[in-house]
């Protein structure tokens, strides 16, 4: 923990320097109060953190300051209370924003970057970083706000190993599952974005089906149950998906493409019936049918990863 007297002539007020209260504990400084950034700070609050905030509408930060967190007037003050910074805004844009007039002030710190965005731009985040002296991890929160500080709470990391490891034990306040993922500091994020693809094709899938339900007088209430069922029956499917497409091998005894797509052209016939939309089906088929055309309609669906180029 930084003494006091390293940050005079800095221009940091008393009340966010760094405290003496929790000296066994690391002091945290969170950027971005939004409902995940508000999560963050409570949970290193909660555990003990001496914790200080900052958000460009200061308002946010009342609930916290009522829990006992510090409020800093600006991004290098809040920067200077601490070794360990995290940061969680909405895409880095807004990140390259904040610590635009704080790099000298993040020197020799560390910056955990827990905001969502593309994995080529963590890899330039991190370079930025490097180039700065900043040591960088980025990482990928996994679950839903309800969850941080609970042992339901999934968290991914990637960077410098060293580094995340000396800050293990405070960022297990967040709670749950922490993963480090490599040295690769775009990998979080590619984590991030391959499963997030799971999640919002098949949340797409749902609300679409629930479309098709209503207009044959089906109440989304009863059809759900049996949606769940069908979720269920998910993890074995994707496991061996996945064993699949590692070992490079479709097989199709199962179920075939050409099987696979007669199903989705049923479905896309009754939307199109009801006037629904039935255009990411359509896509889907249609990576389907390049597969069929190319020869490969007796293997089993694993084998369309190696269609979803259009040049495939």
Not at 142 to 158: D, E, F, K, R
Not at 258 to 282: F, K, P, R, Y
């Amino acid at each position: 923990m930084e003494q006091l007297n390293q940050n005079q002539g800095h221009g940091i007020e008393p009340n966010v320097r760094e405290t003496k209260q929790n000296t066994n504990k690391e002091h945290v400084t969170v950027l971005g109060l939004g409902p995940m950034g508000q999560a963050l700070a409570g949970a290193f609050i909660k555990n003990g953190h001496a914790t200080t905030v900052w958000n460009r509408t200061a308002a946010k930060a009342d609930p916290l300051i009522t829990q006992g967190a510090v409020l800093a007037p600006t991004v290098p003050d809040a920067v200077l209370a601490s070794r360990l910074i995290i940061i969680c805004v909405l895409n880095y844009d807004a990140v390259r924003s904040i610590l635009s007039n704080a790099t000298s002030a993040l020197k020799g710190k560390t910056l955990i970057n827990l905001t969502a965005d593309s994995p080529e731009r963590a890899r330039e985040m991190a370079a930025w970083a490097a180039e700065n002296g900043i040591n960088y991890i980025d990482g990928a929160i996994m679950t839903p706000i309800t969850t941080i500080g609970q042992p339901s709470a999934v968290v991914l990391y990637s960077g410098q190993e060293k580094v995340y490891r000396s800050h293990l034990k405070t960022l297990s306040s967040l709670g749950g599952t922490a993963s480090f993922l490599g040295e690769d500091p775009g990998r979080a994020a590619a984590y991030d974005v391959a499963l997030l693809d799971v999640f919002w094709t098949a949340m797409s899938g749902y609300v679409h089906a629930l479309a098709i339900a209503r207009a044959e007088n089906i109440a989304a209430k009863d059809i759900a149950p049996y949606a769940q069922n069908i979720i269920n029956i998910m993890p074995d499917i994707m496991t061996y998906i996945a064993q699949d497409v590692d070992q490079g091998v479709y097989p199709g005894e199962g179920s075939s493409l050409i099987s696979n797509m007669t199903s989705m052209e049923h479905i896309i016939h009754v939307a199109e019936h009801h006037g629904i939309d039935s255009s990411v089906l359509n896509a889907a088929k249609a990576i389907a049918q390049r597969a069929i055309h190319a020869g490969h309609g007796e293997d089993g669906f694993s084998r369309l990863v190696e269609f979803n180029r259009p040049t495939a």
